[in-house]
């Protein structure tokens, strides 16, 4: 798991460390994009970013899947997803993640399975699939103190079926 900051970031994508078509794509659908530059753009300082903008961090999964988050703090506010289909087709949309008087609304739906969660008993996802989210963002918080390393996670390599 890779991790660029700063400047590294476009360093990192212009030696070709996740698709560019993909980035670009993401980014298009977003609708709260900054104008100009985003290089210059994410200079800007944010209290919703701590570790500072941009960040990208790159996941390689064992069957070949590549992966990557980039935070573009101070360009845009949207969260944006772009992937390729086996067949060449690339797709992308956005979510809105709330803005700055609601930055952390994205989380009314995890509390909606909590709640649910608490009142039938149940899991509403396989416990694999709350313990793989919760180690990798782990493993991306020990990238922040390790940027530009490679940190290998053999503790990830966890299979489960959904149902």
């Not at 694999?128 to 053999?154: F, H, N, V």
Request: aromatic share 8%; glycine share 8%.
């Amino acid at each position: 798991m890779p991790l660029a900051k700063a400047e590294a970031v476009w360093e990192a994508m212009e030696r070709g460390a996740w698709s560019r078509d993909l980035f670009d794509a993401a980014l298009a659908a977003c609708e709260h994009v900054m104008p100009g530059d985003a290089r210059e753009n994410c200079h800007r300082t944010s209290t919703h970013d701590p570790w500072g903008s941009p960040t990208a961090f790159v996941l390689e999964h064992a069957d070949g899947l590549r992966t990557a988050h980039i935070q573009l703090e101070g360009h845009i506010e949207d969260f944006g997803l772009a992937l390729r289909r086996r067949d060449g087709a690339i797709h992308a949309n956005r979510w809105e993640a709330g803005g700055p008087e609601d930055f952390y609304g994205h989380f009314a739906a995890l509390d909606a399975k909590i709640q649910e969660m608490f009142l039938t008993g149940l899991a509403p996802a396989p416990i694999e699939r709350t313990l793989l989210t919760t180690m990798t963002i782990a493993t991306c918080m020990q990238a922040l103190a390790k940027s530009g390393q490679r940190i290998g996670t053999p503790h990830l390599q966890i299979s489960y079926r959904c149902e």
